[in-house]
């Protein structure tokens, strides 16, 4: 075809078992737009015909952003056709069936958009019959999605030649409710059944029920309970597995009775789904002092902590090489004494290569009491006089011993050489101080490691703690909500680990004292809402009619005899 009545057809979008969609251009307003045609050998047959023209009543009565919107219907040569709006994007199942995977955050922003989408079409007494993925379409890039094929959408004022046709089951069995399926009455509620497959689809990559036949899947859907929701993301709300599986609850009754409950859960859920710690510390101007203050405690006390375990430890270090340094040196002074007062430089010589081995000793000088070197790990200082480091810091000096802390980073000992009571020389031993720096710097950075892993791993636990308790507490909460708007068969599941789980109990309790009394005042007569009043509105009659009955001493006669008095009448 080159033209549909005033639409100029520019090319084939999609073919289905009964029709053909195009996308056309209207010159009148500028537009393009998609025209749906009834293929030639169903425009023949009067149930395809009347299905047609039902989807274009359907949708064409509606107008909502998430419905496809429908602008005119005509005949064309024969042909019936619809002319509705080009939406972009693809439908739902073909996303699924290229791999696409949708977020927790993007699924609620579906399961939201349909809630919306039906509970208007409810209102105006429009069932669609058919929701399913290929009747949703989906805009990967914006996320919105648009419920369109009404084609066999119930219409609540529909002639009898039209509700003799409805009585076949039509539908998708995958996603049709089992009343839908046995052919009983259908509301809403059919409509909420579909869309509890769709999310559980979406949200668990499989279907509720599977099965080889459709025989054995029918079977399935109306006797078996669908197996527990396993989501994909381990994040995924509880409240949100729950509120699926109350949408493919096999009674109705079971189900959220209409689609405006099932729209402010999923939006309580996307609520709290996006209401993190900072965000809940946000909301409440005295939870930041109190977080800061947390926060401050732990850092000076895990603070000071460390900090004391440092210098605690720097110090055993460095008192660990001091002592060290100081016994080698005075060891080198008295194995050196004997050769250095004998003047046996060769001996020295071979003393010096013996220590020398010690590879934390970095020189080593002996020098006599003049102040010669008499020998030395640098052959170019024997016979100098004994070197003088130029910048010195003295660390410990105790009588003739001293420690000094070279620029070098090295730690120099200077033990004089005794023999007997005298004096006869001085040993100048160097240490390798950067080792112990070294180890100052590892010790330094290994508890600040620890300083800021502790405090991660703290905070990351006091988050996940606080999120696990306010979610408990919201879920309460929605429970309770739940409660106030009449839902008394509410109910909170507890894995037993959870510390609100004897709160959870207690609700679950009340509730089913509400359903119990809910149940009760159905059957109860108006005018007895319960026993004790039953009792004490009889009393009162009894009182009343006590009071009123006329004395026998009063002149009062009763209505019959008053009658006979005044000549039978009863005015």
């Known amino acids: 075809m080159e033209r549909i009545g005033r639409y ?39 149930k395809s015909r009347q299905r047609f023209l039902r989807e274009a009543r359907s949708a064409g009565g509606l107008s909502h952003a998430n419905i496809v919107t429908v602008f005119d219907v005509g005949q064309h040569e024969g042909l019936p056709f619809l002319v509705m ?28 958009q349909l809630a919306g989408a039906l509970e208007y079409a409810h209102e105006r007494g429009v069932i669609h019959r058919d929701v399913k993925p290929s009747n949703i379409y989906f805009d990967p890039e914006s996320g919105l999605v648009k419920l369109v094929d009404f084609g066999i959408a119930a219409i609540g004022d529909r002639s009898r030649a039209e509700s003799e046709d409805f009585e076949t089951i039509a539908g998708t069995p995958k ?77 109705p009754e079971a189900r959220p009775a209409g689609g405006s409950l099932v729209l402010e859960e999923l939006q309580e ?11 809940t510390v946000r909301g409440r101007p005295g939870a930041w002092r109190w977080l800061a ?28 090489t001091y002592g060290y340094g100081d016994a080698l040196a005075s060891v080198i002074a008295r194995e050196t004494a004997e050769a250095l007062i004998l003047g046996d430089n060769t001996g020295l010589s071979n003393l010096v290569d013996d220590f020398s081995v010690n590879p934390r000793i970095t020189y080593l000088h002996i020098s006599n009491r003049d102040g010669h070197v008499q020998a030395s790990t640098d052959p170019f200082l024997q016979g100098e006089p004994r070197p003088q480091p130029a910048r010195a810091t ?21 033990t004089p050489i005794r023999f007997q009571t005298e004096r006869i020389g001085t040993v100048q031993l160097g240490i390798d101080g950067e080792q112990l720096q070294a180890a100052a710097r590892t010790t330094l950075t290994m508890l600040a490691l620890v300083f800021v892993v502790t405090l991660i791993v703290v905070g990351v636990g006091f988050s996940l703690l606080v999120r696990r308790q306010q979610r408990s507490i919201q879920r309460v909460s929605r429970g309770l909500q739940r409660i106030a708007r009449g839902q008394y068969d509410a109910r909170l599941e507890s894995d037993g680990q959870d510390v609100f789980a004897p709160l959870f109990q207690r609700f679950n309790d009340m509730a089913n004292r509400l359903e119990e009394r809910h149940g009760y005042l159905q ?12 009792e004490r509105i009889d009393a ?30 009863g005015d």
């Open 394 to 414: 003295i660390e410990r000096e105790q009588g003739a011993v001293r420690l000094l802390s070279r620029e070098d980073g090295n730690l120099e000992f200077q």
């Open 293 to 320: 203050a947390l926060s401050l405690a732990l850092i000076v006390v895990l603070g000071g902590g460390l900090t004391w375990v440092y210098h605690s430890q720097t110090s055993a270090m460095t008192e660990s």
């Open 175 to 251: 996603y049709m409710a089992p009343e839908q399926i046995q052919g009983g009455e259908l509301d809403g509620r059919t409509d909420l059944y579909a869309l509890g497959v769709v999310l559980y689809r979406l949200l668990s990559g499989s279907m509720p029920f599977k099965a080889e036949s459709i025989g054995a899947l029918i079977h399935q859907i109306v006797h078996r309970p669908p197996a527990r929701l396993q989501p994909l993301d381990d994040r995924t709300p509880v409240d949100l597995i729950d509120l699926v599986h109350r949408l493919v609850a096999k009674d």
């Open 523 to 534: 059957h109860k007569p108006a005018y007895s809402p319960l026993p004790e009043v039953d």
């Open 85 to 112: 709006e080009r939406l972009k994007g693809q439908s739902l199942e073909e996303y699924l069936d290229e791999g696409g995977r949708l977020s927790t955050r993007e699924i609620l922003a579906i399961g939201i």
């Open 8 to 46: 100029r057809i520019e090319r084939e979008l999609g073919r289905g078992s009964m029709s053909i969609v195009y996308e056309a251009f209207d010159p009148h307003i500028n537009r393009h737009l998609a025209v749906k045609v009834l293929r030639e050998r169903y425009a023949r047959d009067l």
């Open 269 to 279: 859920i996307r609520a709290d789904l996006d209401r993190g710690l900072l965000n």
């Open 540 to 569: 009162d009659i009894e009182e009343t009619v006590e009071m009123d009955r006329p004395k026998e001493e009063s002149n009062v006669l009763p209505l019959s005899e008053r009658k006979n008095s005044e000549g039978g009448r």
